[in-house]
């Protein structure tokens, strides 16, 4: 087997007072999709955070191509190719879809410095970007915004992909058109790491998935074990996939 892209050995995460993370061990392998499950609290977001260096780990090892981050600030993670989406999607709303583009290209101080092969790429992803490309990104919708954050992170190739719940409050549509995205982010090999509530989702994209609870991760293995596994799903996750057609 090859050595993960990502590797988390022993994480624990403090947020002021709080003991958030207890012991997290969780890797990410090279061009695969790593679902990253649990119930709301049981630290998924503190994870990718942590994997960020938004939040401190205060003990155990994070690395990134066998090398530690865990002491590496934000901007010097970014730099390594780690693009983080939040569940908030952190876009500009008063600056318009071209403008949240160019900040996010860390190569481009304007528009006509963006890749255009890439660019065009991406609005076959998203041809709502295109479309919309001159509007204020807080004239949106929900669903557009989304595919904005998306966009973001991928403007430039990224070797990793932290992404925080984007289907949440999406149209079946639209989270349909963000799992083709995914899955061509896939056979590009780009490394991705999703934290999502939509099992449909989960199942359609996952390589591999791990559960956590209570600050810990308790079952790590391929996500088609637990697609097939519905005593498994209720004993880790309190439900069923097969609900969730």
Excluded at 2 to 26: K, M, Q
Excluded at 93 to 101: A, Q
Excluded at 112 to 135: C, H, M, N, S, V
Excluded at 219 to 232: K, N, P, V
């Amino acid at each position: 087997m090859t050595e993960p892209l990502l590797e988390l050995r022993g994480v624990h995460t403090h947020i002021g007072a709080y003991h958030i993370l207890h012991g997290v061990d969780f890797e990410a392998h090279e061009g695969e999709v790593t679902m990253l499950l649990g119930r709301n609290g049981a630290g998924k977001t503190t994870t990718l955070r942590t994997i960020m260096g938004l939040w401190r780990a205060t003990q155990g090892e994070v690395r990134f191509r066998g090398q530690s981050i865990k002491a590496t600030d934000t901007p010097g993670i970014a730099g390594l190719g780690i693009a983080y989406v939040p569940e908030n999607m952190g876009i500009f709303t008063d600056l318009t879809v071209k403008e949240n583009m160019v900040l996010a290209a860390r190569a481009a101080r304007h528009a006509g410095e963006l890749d255009t092969q890439r660019l065009d790429w991406i609005f076959g992803l998203f041809p709502a970007l295109k479309k919309f490309w001159l509007y204020p990104a807080g004239k949106l919708s929900g669903g557009q915004k989304q595919m904005l954050a998306v966009a973001r992170a991928i403007c430039e190739p990224r070797a990793l992909l932290l992404i925080d719940e984007p289907s949440k409050g999406l149209a079946p549509a639209i989270i349909q058109n963000l799992i083709t995205a995914f899955n061509e982010l896939k056979r590009q090999r780009t490394t991705i790491v999703l934290v999502e509530q939509n099992f449909m989702m989960a199942r359609a994209l996952g390589d591999r998935v791990a559960v956590m609870d209570n600050g810990r991760v308790v079952h790590a293995g391929a996500m088609r074990e637990l697609a097939e596994d519905e005593s498994l799903q209720q004993r880790l996750l309190g439900l069923s996939l097969g609900v969730h057609q």
